[in-house]
């Protein structure tokens, strides 16, 4: 047996760490292969170290690109690593396009599969994450779900019951076992926000971000919500290009920093007022904080969050942003309840499912 977990890009690593830290306590062989979609040491690295993540054991170096550049180079070179290495299961997360390179890749071997946060659907295949998740998913032996919205979808899409594995969401895993470390850091004090009274932004997608007039829209909302109270945006390297090309006029309590790392972001989003955000994870990881989050996108793949948790879809209504906003400051949103097994132990269930697939005894 020899399980290959493949990560690429940011939101993989708190998906598939606490994956690689159950398959090591039951001291079940496994190789960690890192596409090298994210590079930067801040988009990578550090991450690694704070979720406790060993090194790769391979490391592909694919680097930025077109869609098909990327996806490309990842399915070339896991072909080699899968022809070399044997796995006898390939374990992707998410939704990059290095997930769905590494499924395929594995797949047209006819090495078996397993996808971690499988059946989210936004139906909007305008988003690439969409695409990706869709084949992914039939490309997959093994799927493992994290809200029941996921199981409804994955069954509408004829995919067989005996394949699908509802056993929560890993991210929340990775969220409990950092949480107390991450408040302990206090990451609110480095920028001199007061706990509680601070938002929190992030803008990276394609949609948010690419489009100048979409993107100064965006800002001139940070702008007008700056003006009550002061707002830390860590920003995205691909957003970064576009607001330097756009040079725009902001308020200095508009806070811009580099991209953060897992545990000075978890702390920060636990004291925020609220997070506004066009993040598929944070929307889930602000529900499992009990943390209000505005989403600025017209649709979600993640509806427990909408349904049960403290989200809200604002898309970019100017109107609802603000009401939305002064909802929050008058201490009226909803106070959410957590979705069902969002409860720290989804990896345990995911490996019992990878155990009892491989035909692996479960430890006493
Ligand atoms: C990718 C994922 C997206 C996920 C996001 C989280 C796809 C299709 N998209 O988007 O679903 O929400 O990661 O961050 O897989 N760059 C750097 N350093 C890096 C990585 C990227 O400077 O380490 C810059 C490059 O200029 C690159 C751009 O960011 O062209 C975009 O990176 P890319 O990996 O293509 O997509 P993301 O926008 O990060």
Not at 3 to 9: D, E, L, P, R, T
Not at 30 to 38: D, N
Not at 67 to 75: D, F, G
Not at 86 to 101: E, F, H, I, K, Y
Request: proline share 7%.
């Amino acid at each position: 047996m020899l399980v290959c977990n493949v990560v690429g890009a940011r939101p993989n690593f708190m998906k598939m760490a606490p994956v690689v830290h159950e398959l090591r306590r039951r001291s079940l062989p496994q190789l960690l292969v890192h596409t090298g979609q994210h590079y930067d040491a801040a988009m990578s690295q550090v991450f690694f170290e704070e979720l406790g993540m060993p090194e790769p054991d391979v490391y592909l170096g694919v680097g930025s690109g077109s869609h098909a550049q990327q996806t490309a180079r990842v399915l070339e070179a896991m072909e080699s690593i899968c022809l070399e290495r044997r796995p006898t299961l390939v374990v992707v997360a998410g939704d990059v396009n290095s997930t769905l390179a590494a499924a395929l890749a594995a797949a047209k071997l006819g090495l078996p599969v397993a996808h971690l946060e499988a059946g989210l659907r936004s139906r909007d295949r305008s988003m690439p994450e969409e695409i990706n998740r869709i084949l992914t998913d039939h490309l997959s032996d093994l799927l493992f779900t994290t809200e029941e919205d996921g199981n409804r979808n994955l069954r509408r899409e004829g995919i067989s019951e005996t394949k699908i594995c509802f056993t929560g969401n890993c991210m929340v895993d990775s969220l409990r076992r950092h949480q107390d470390a991450a408040l302990a850091r206090r990451p609110w004090e480095s920028y001199r926000l007061p706990p509680g009274e601070y938002a929190l932004l992030t803008l990276h997608r394609p949609s948010n971000v690419d489009s100048q007039e979409q993107l100064t829209r965006s800002l001139d909302t940070a702008a007008w919500i700056a003006g009550r109270m002061p707002v830390l945006f860590p920003v995205h390297p691909r957003t970064r290009q576009r607001i330097e090309a756009l040079a725009p006029a902001l308020p200095d309590t508009l806070c811009f920093c580099d991209p953060l790392p897992y545990l000075s972001f978890l702390g920060l989003m636990a004291r925020a007022r609220f997070v506004l955000t066009d993040s598929g994870g944070i929307q889930e990881e602000t529900t499992a904080l009990g943390v209000p989050c505005l989403t600025l996108r017209r649709n979600t793949e993640r509806p427990a969050t909408i349904e049960l948790g403290t989200n809200l879809l604002v898309g970019d209504d100017q109107n609802q942003i603000r009401q939305a906003v002064d909802q929050i400051c008058r201490g009226e949103w909803k106070q959410g309840q957590i979705p069902p097994l969002w409860d720290g132990r989804a990896a345990e269930r995911v490996v019992d499912a990878i155990a009892s697939f491989s035909g692996a005894s479960r430890p006493t």
